[in-house]
């Protein structure tokens, strides 16, 4: 493929102006999505295919040239920056003494399954979810409980009659919370968040809330971070989030732990230091900063076009592929594709897309609502979608019709 290689972006006036059509060719790279030794298109894992924001690669450039990589720890500055940004777009009051920091979001949840639980102990999840959610609940010798997410007029909802009864049943000690909801793409409102806390105030459960995806809420939706709501409950309450997702540098790596009371702030910490998993590497710090001091005009624009991609992805199967249920995120740039309506099995369908030379998440790694159903990551050039939207249809239209 042939395409014009535009200019990355323009300066007016002191506003970077982005230009998210331009194609960069991720192959060859050690690129975890575009790994492919053909001209397959990857629309699958969770990264976008857009160059980051301007000050975070000068950050990266500056940090070089200095030239000295030496042992780094956390600035005032960039507690200063995190404390602002959740401060001023969540109402989030956070001080330095809340803020942990972690390699990832998925190392800091299994942190916390050793924080609030014993090996044998019952850990609530929901189904569909973020695959390590359950892959880590149970390599970590603790039972996964599952509580299926119902679905109503296209939207995914918490079965709060099913928590309880699966907390009251299997003596649950954790429940993980995914807000924003992947791969659903649901934010959960304040009244569902309330009604979940109350349920697991009353059965004295932890609540860990992986709000990796918090940046990228949609127009019209609202992010309410758990520890907000957590009041009179935050010895029992964590949230994790980090930079990597909201600016598109899940390479570099890094991810924070935000809690409000101080024993369970000593032990999160502690149980941090028994595996030397308290400390971030100098880039990780340097482009986190930057990013909340300095990130907001790129996340602003990289949001408007996202969103124009979920409407095109919405058109399109609308006109084409009628027989697609689209699940439209709250958040995020993943998409949630109900494709049962052709009546394959999971490996087939996931195959047919492959052979059609397109990747998307098959469904069933998310659990068993995942059934026949694909997740297409959106976070791309236009002209990329649109071809890996045709490749889409050819692999429905070449299956068997329609049930
Ligand atoms: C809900 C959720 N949590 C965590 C992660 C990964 O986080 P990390 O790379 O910091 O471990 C992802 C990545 O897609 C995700 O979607």
Redesign the pocket.
């Known amino acids: 493929m042939l395409y014009p290689k535009p200019l990355f972006f323009l300066i007016l006036e002191n506003t970077v102006l982005y230009n998210f059509d331009e194609i960069i060719d991720r192959r060859h790279t050690g690129s975890l999505k575009w790994h492919y030794s053909d001209d397959t298109i990857a629309l699958w894992v969770?990264d976008m295919d857009f160059r980051a924001a301007q000050p975070i690669l000068n950050t990266i450039e500056r940090v070089g040239h200095h030239g000295v990589l030496g042992y780094t720890k956390p600035t005032a500055a960039l507690y200063q920056a995190i404390i602002n940004w959740h401060g001023s777009r969540y109402g989030l009051a956070l001080d330095k003494q809340h803020i942990l920091f972690s390699h990832?979001?998925?190392?800091s949840l299994a942190l916390m399954l050793r924080v609030f639980t014993e090996a044998g102990e019952a850990i609530l999840v929901n189904d569909p979810i973020?695959t390590p959610f359950m892959t880590k609940v149970r390599d970590n010798g603790r039972r996964l409980i599952l509580s299926p997410l119902t679905e109503a007029e296209g939207r995914y909802h918490l079965d709060l009659v099913d928590i309880e009864a699966k907390i009251v049943e299997h003596e649950v000690k954790l429940y993980l919370l995914?807000n924003p909801h992947?791969p659903g793409g649901r934010v959960w409102t304040a009244d569902e968040l309330e009604a979940l806390l109350v349920i697991c105030k009353k059965h004295d459960v932890a609540i860990v809330s992986?709000e990796?995806?918090q940046d990228l809420t949609l127009s019209g939706h609202e992010f309410i971070p758990f520890l907000q709501l957590a009041k009179g409950y935050e010895h029992k309450v964590v949230s994790i989030t980090?930079m990597?997702?909201t600016f598109n540098v899940?390479g570099i790596?890094g991810?924070m732990i935000f809690a409000k009371d101080e024993a369970l702030i000593k032990q999160i910490n502690q149980q941090q230091r028994l595996r030397d998993e308290h400390d971030l590497n100098l880039f990780a710090y340097e482009v986190m900063a930057s990013a909340y001091e300095k990130g907001g005009e790129w996340l602003e624009q990289v949001l408007a076009y996202i969103e124009a991609n979920i409407d095109l992805v919405c058109d399109f199967l609308e006109k084409h592929l009628p027989n697609i249920t689209v699940m439209r995120p709250d958040a995020s740039y993943l998409i949630w594709l109900d494709c049962s309506a052709y009546g394959q099995d999971d490996q087939t369908l996931y195959n047919q897309f492959r052979d059609a030379k397109v990747e998307l998440s098959g469904g069933i790694q998310y659990g068993n609502e995942g059934h026949l159903k694909m997740r297409l990551n959106v976070a791309c050039p236009q002209v990329i979608l649109i071809e890996g939207l045709n490749r889409i249809h050819t692999a429905l239209s070449d299956m068997s019709q329609p049930l």
């Open positions: 969770a990832g979001v998925i190392p973020y995914c992947n992986d990796i995806h980090s990597t997702k899940a790596k991810a």
